[in-house]
């Protein structure tokens, strides 16, 4: 899951934007996984209007595309609101299965800046939600300029989602 929302346009410490680090970090993931892998893209943020209600796939978990999915996050500009717990719910709801070929654990990345703009539903909750619930899922979190409610958010996030 990738966070565009507004404050991903904000320094990313290093004299570029937040957004910038975040395409980069998803570049480096995507080029050390291995062929093939299930791979799919949810981002959240990018379109003003929708506000709170704004996470989309804008790519199905299947078989790696590398391109593709650089291809997707270039597409993306910083612009809205910041519905963590509301994507996590969604992508959680979107994986496959074991019985459509998953094998495994299964694991979601966040890549934001921690922001959430939208309070329900809490990110932390819904994520301790669907470690309870069964769902063999695993939360991982990269933040970006995270300090205080922002850090302490993903910190939590990974936590309850069995993640780091």
Known sequence: MLDPSGSMAGNDGSGSTRIAAARKAVGTVADALPDGYPTGLRVYGADKAKGCDDTRLVQPVTALDRAGLKRAVAGVEPKGDTPIGLSLRRAAGGLPGPAHGSMGKRTSLLISDGGDTCQAPPPCKVAAQLAASGVDL????????????????????????NGR
């Open 138 to 161: 695993h939360i991982d979190a990269i933040g970006f300029q995270v300090a205080g409610a922002a850090r302490t958010r993903l910190e939590c996030l990974a936590k309850a989602g």
